[in-house]
């Protein structure tokens, strides 16, 4: 059987008719008139005029619009009848190939893509894989991805974006104490004319690393301290932060030991140096304390501040002589006025 071929873009319109060779007839007469008749089909009909010299012209006609996407293919049979007795008939089959037209977008698989980075990833890390597809065929499926044309500077400076596989990867310092979270807008367009483009978002949240020392602000209130200062005297308050976040950002104050003094927490990150034992300036003069504040994250980060705390004076000593008795002898007839003991 014969095959005929017909390309037909999926863009015409329903009522286009596409002319077709007829049969021919060697026969004469009756016996050479034919008619035609097409099997069914939702998309096409046979349609057959006859013009001044009662010459058939055929052609197929176009019934609803066509839609490669679903149906790339279509088969048909037309079968030619003469009017002879007997009928004699004729039979083709006509491949119809539907052209493309881009009339897809490409899709993404996701409309969001969430990701988690921990802060600090080298650069070339990859972050995540973005991919669409387009049901369209040859250039008209090919895509390239792109940032969104209203992507702030700052996530062009931190992330990198591979037009033809859809990789993004890290370019720049990734900091959490900076930016918790990125949303970035990604496209992909076809090549085709004119372009279609499809759209997502990608949600990259920065995970916090412990990457920050504690810090350490102290504020003397009371030195130097009186040696009868009264046990719990404030005499300094400190005050302690860290940038990162959850264990990484709690931190915990220590001070040396072996001294009469302690700290207090107050408030969440504050304490008080407070006296805890009785003074006395002529025991020790000065104090050298060291306050440690460390950081729950694995390992932990701790910084260390000095405070000095000088002992004052106060008035708590009587005069005391190093003998409290004396014996003395004493010459007989001594001047008036010579010198006989010293203390």
């Known amino acids: 059987m014969a095959v005929k071929k017909l390309f037909i873009s999926e863009s015409r319109p329903p009522g286009s008719r596409f002319p077709l060779e007829g049969a021919s007839d060697a026969d004469i007469g009756a016996n050479s008139q034919l008619t035609y008749s097409l099997n069914s089909h939702e998309y096409f009909t046979l349609d057959v005029k006859r013009n001044d010299e ?8 176009l019934k609803k619009p066509l839609n490669r996407e679903d149906t790339p293919e279509h088969h048909l049979l037309i079968m030619a009848v003469d009017s002879g007795k007997p009928e004699l008939t004729g039979t083709t089959q006509l491949k119809i190939t539907i052209l493309d037209v881009n009339d897809n977008p490409p899709e993404f ?13 080298p650069n070339g890390t990859l972050a995540v ?3 669409a597809s387009d ?17 702030s500077a700052d996530t062009l400076s931190k992330f990198h974006l591979d037009p033809v596989n859809g990789y993004i990867t890290v370019k720049g310092n990734i900091d ?30 920065i995970l916090d690393t412990n990457d920050n020392i504690p810090e350490l602000v102290i504020k003397s209130l009371s030195l130097p301290v009186l040696e009868d200062a009264p046990v719990g005297t404030v005499i300094a308050l400190i005050s302690v932060s860290d940038r990162d976040s959850g264990a990484n950002g709690q931190v915990t104050c220590t001070l040396t030991s072996h001294a009469p003094f302690k700290l207090v ?5 504050y304490y008080s140096l407070v006296l805890d034992s009785a003074l006395d300036r002529e025991s020790m003069v000065n104090y050298e304390l060291v306050v440690t504040a460390r950081d729950g994250g694995s390992p932990s980060l701790s910084a260390t501040a000095s405070v ?13 002589f190093a003998q409290p008795e004396y014996t003395v002898f004493v010459k007989e007839n ?6 006989i003991f010293t203390v």
């Open 176 to 205: 959490f104490e900076e930016t918790k979270l990125y949303e970035i807008q990604v496209e992909a367009t076809d090549k085709g004319t004119p372009p279609m483009a499809g759209h997502c978002t990608v949600l990259v949240e």
């Open 109 to 121: 698989e996701r409309t969001v893509y969430k990701v988690r980075l921990f802060e600090n990833a």
């Open 135 to 151: 049901l369209d065929e040859g250039v008209n499926k090919d895509i390239v991805y792109s940032f969104n044309t209203d992507t």
């Open 54 to 61: 009662e010459i058939k012209s055929l052609g197929l006609v």
């Open 334 to 339: 001594n001047p008036p006025g010579c010198h």
């Open 129 to 131: 894989v973005v991919n």
């Open 308 to 320: 000095s705390v000088e002992v004052a004076d106060v008035n708590d000593n009587a005069p005391a």
């Open 265 to 269: 927490s107050t408030f969440r990150n």
